[in-house]
């Protein structure tokens, strides 16, 4: 069974940098997509960054380039997302998703991914 832990959500200044984690079971790092996508009441799901590994590819959106940074460590079977400069604008619900089909792009939608953490919530204020 396939299964996805968020961690390390919280509050934070803006300007400040936060580390989210996704612990994962049930299938191999290399073998699906992974992402990170982020939602505000109101409006869609929006994927953020996502990597494969089989493929190579990783993918930011844009307004979060050079601020977030996806990294996994396999050993500890956890996938990470480093933000730095948080804005007011990143202050949202964030999921991490897994698939072993979809493909690691601009074009990535939550509709697309099988499976899904809980969710943990950031708040950054300024």
């Known amino acids: 069974e396939v299964q996805l832990v968020e961690s390390g959500g919280g509050s934070v200044q803006a300007e400040g940098h936060l580390r989210l984690s996704c612990t994962y079971s049930g299938f191999s790092f290399d073998d699906y997509t992974m992402a990170w996508f982020r939602q505000v009441p109101g409006k869609e799901r929006e994927g953020i960054s996502c990597?494969?590994?089989?493929?190579?590819?990783?993918w930011y959106l844009d307004s979060v380039k050079g601020r977030f940074t996806i990294t996994s460590d396999n050993a500890k079977n956890t996938m990470y997302l480093q933000m730095s400069s948080l804005q007011d604008e990143d202050t949202a619900t964030y999921y991490c998703?897994?698939?072993?089909?979809?493909?690691?792009?601009?074009?990535?939608?939550?509709?697309?991914?099988?499976?899904w953490g809980q969710g943990i919530l950031v708040t950054v204020s300024s």
């Open positions: 998703a897994a698939d072993p089909y979809t493909i690691c792009d601009s074009l990535i939608s939550a509709r697309h991914l099988e499976h």
């Open positions: 990597v494969n590994v089989r493929e190579g590819r990783t």
